[in-house]
C-alpha cells in the first residue's frame, strides 16, 4: 500500500508536536533552580499579605527580579542609584524590590493590577484611587 504524501507529513508534524511538546512539559514539571520564595539562596525572595494583597517575589534564572501582585506580573525596572522602581510608582527609588512592590500597591489603592502592568503598569480600575490622585 501506497502512503499518500500529505498523510505522512500529517503523521510526522503530529509526532513531532507531540514529542516536543511532552520534553518541553517534561522539563517544566521537573525544574528546580528556581529558588522557592523565602529561600536562604535567592536574595529576592518575598512572600507575604501587604494591604490584602498577596505580594510573591523571586530571582529569575538570569538573576532579575520578579515581582507578583495577586498572581499578576509587576514589572521591576533598576534605577541609576541601585534602587528599584515600577511603573505604578516611579516617584521615588525603592531599596528593595519589595519595598516598590509595596509601593506599588500603596498607588493602586483599591485597583487591581492591569494584566499589562508586566509592561505598562495600568491600573483597571481607576475609581479605587491613588493616594498621590494619579488615575489611568
Do not use: N
Not at 514539571?29 to 535567592?42: F, L, N, V, Y
Request: charged share 20%; glycine share 12%; hydrophobic share 40%.
Amino acid at each position: 500500500m501506497i502512503v499518500p504524501r500529505r498523510v505522512a507529513l500529517r503523521s510526522l508534524f503530529a509526532l513531532a508536536v507531540t514529542a516536543f511538546t511532552g520534553g518541553a512539559l517534561g522539563r517544566v514539571a521537573s525544574r528546580t533552580d528556581r529558588p522557592e520564595p523565602g529561600g536562604a539562596s535567592d536574595p529576592h525572595a518575598f512572600d507575604e499579605m501587604y494591604r490584602g494583597r498577596r505580594l510573591l517575589g523571586f530571582s529569575c534564572p538570569d538573576g532579575a527580579p520578579t515581582a507578583l501582585v495577586d498572581g499578576r506580573p509587576l514589572h521591576l525596572m533598576r534605577c541609576a542609584d541601585g534602587g528599584w522602581v515600577s511603573p505604578i510608582d516611579h516617584y521615588e527609588s525603592c531599596p528593595t524590590p519589595l519595598e516598590a512592590t509595596r509601593a506599588a500597591v500603596d498607588e493602586l489603592g483599591t485597583a487591581r493590577l492591569s494584566p499589562l502592568a508586566a509592561a505598562h503598569g495600568v491600573p483597571t480600575d481607576p475609581t479605587g484611587g491613588s493616594p498621590r490622585g494619579v488615575h489611568a
